[in-house]
C-alpha cells in the first residue's frame, strides 16, 4: 500500500498521512484514544514516492497488560476511485 519492500521498517503513525489529510489523520488518532468506538475516515496517505494514496482508516485503542497500544487498519480506495471516475 505505502510502497515498501522487503522488511518492512517500524513507522510511527504520524508519518502516514499525506500533507492534505494529517489533520483529518490525527482527528482519527486522538477519538481512538478517547475510548469511544473505533473510528473511521477517508483520508490520503503518503506513498514512499510522495503521491498521496486515497484510503479508509479505522483505528483503536488497544488496552490490557499494563499496555495501552494503537491499531490502525488500513483499506486502500485506489481502485475505488478509478472505477468512480469511469462512470
Given at each position: ?44 496517505l503518503l506513498h514512499s514516492d ?16 499494563g499496555r495501552t497500544s ?18
Amino acid at each position: 500500500l505505502l510502497g515498501e519492500t522487503g522488511e518492512v521498517p517500524h513507522r510511527d503513525a504520524s508519518e502516514l498521512p499525506h500533507p492534505e489529510s494529517r489533520a483529518e489523520f490525527e482527528e482519527l488518532l486522538r477519538l481512538a484514544d478517547s475510548d469511544a468506538e473505533p473510528a473511521g475516515r477517508e483520508v490520503r496517505l503518503l506513498h514512499s514516492d510522495g503521491r498521496p494514496i486515497p484510503a479508509y482508516a479505522v483505528a483503536t485503542t488497544i488496552r490490557g497488560r499494563g499496555r495501552t497500544s494503537l491499531l490502525v487498519v488500513l483499506h486502500d480506495l485506489t481502485e475505488r476511485e478509478r472505477a468512480a471516475a469511469l462512470l
